[in-house]
């Protein structure tokens, strides 16, 4: 069956290319890259992003932004950690982490939608909040006493692979996330509003909701994160996950994710997770320092946002082209 070229110009197909020339040279550059040991301590460091990741994607689909997703995870993980030390049992503990995500979320939801905020300028500021909320709780220590069980999750790998524990909860999330989007009404509410706010309202979309409840879902799934990020490190510190806000935005957006809201697919967000993922693995086995990994990210992110949109505009040409009638078809 040959391929037809609007299959080859779609933008997931250039990621899985992408990701698969990434791995081609990072086995030529890197012995130790293509490894099981070394993929499943690269998946499990991808993790905590990939889960934020989750929620953002949603969010930006509405057409708005959440910059804070990494100081919530922050402030759940400080949570956690006061809690334990406290003498909260841990099961206690990760309610109350994930319930203050949860109004985190809908604080950043409720400004942005019944205030009528800008989420940029609302999220930026709340990124701060967050993130000293989060020094007002644990201080400048560290909590590194927690129950053998939820370390375990953290460090071990499913028995007989290796597969993380963490690995497993963001596919189930992944999936859940998916089947939401891009099978449910909900999913069809949050691009409707993303490609045209004004005319989702006239269709009966009670579109502040939809949004508060958006934000209220990235907030719980960054202190999932959190608690991930808490049990894999075996600390809890109130600047865990500080800088993370770079990776997950890129991978939404180098997924084909529209920053003005209502284009994109989950699936490619989980391949640009991954091509992200591989990319720092590289760098890292040959040493690079973080700051030149954040260069590459950044430039990354700068040429996603420029070839997603001239390739959207190449398809919009052909569209045009295709819907045009034909000379044939014009009266004489």
Excluded: C
């Amino acid at each position: 069956m040959k391929l037809r070229w609007s299959v080859l110009l779609q933008w997931e197909a250039l990621l899985v290319a992408l990701l698969v020339a990434t791995f081609v040279i990072g086995s030529s550059v890197a012995e130790a890259f293509l490894t099981g040991e070394n993929l499943s301590l690269a998946s499990a460091d991808l993790m905590e992003k990939a889960i934020m990741a989750l929620g953002l994607t949603l969010v930006i689909l509405a057409g708005e932004i959440d910059l804070s997703v990494a100081s919530v995870l922050g402030l759940s993980s400080a949570i956690v950690g006061a809690t334990v030390d406290a003498g909260v049992p841990l099961s206690l503990a990760i309610g109350i982490a994930l319930l203050a995500g949860a109004l985190a979320g809908l604080f950043n939801g409720l400004l942005v939608a019944k205030l009528g905020l800008p989420s940029l300028v609302v999220t930026l500021g709340t990124l701060a909040l967050y993130r000293g909320l989060a020094f007002v709780v644990l201080g400048d220590r560290a909590v590194s006493e927690f129950p053998q069980g939820f370390t375990d999750f953290g460090f071990n790998n499913v028995p007989g692979t290796l597969i993380p524990w963490p690995a497993i909860l963001f596919a189930i999330l992944a999936l859940a996330t998916f089947l939401v989007l891009h099978r449910s009404w909900i999913g069809r509410e949050v691009y409707a509003i993303g490609n045209n706010e004004e005319a989702a309202r006239f269709s009966g979309i009670d579109v502040d909701r939809v949004k508060v409840g958006l934000f209220v879902a990235s907030g719980t799934l960054a202190a999932v994160a959190g608690v991930v990020f808490t049990a894999r490190f075996a600390s809890a510190r109130p600047d865990n996950g500080l800088g993370f806000e770079l990776d997950v935005i890129s991978a939404v957006l180098l997924g084909g994710v529209s920053i003005f809201g209502g284009r994109g697919t989950l699936v490619g967000v989980v391949l640009a997770l991954f091509l992200i993922g591989a990319l720092r693995n590289v760098l890292a086995l040959e040493d690079v320092a973080a700051e030149k990994q954040s260069i590459a990210i950044g430039t990354l992110l700068i040429v996603s946002v420029i070839a997603t949109n001239a390739l959207r505009g190449v398809q919009e040409r052909a569209a045009r082209r295709r819907s045009a009638p034909s000379p044939a078809d014009q009266p004489t």
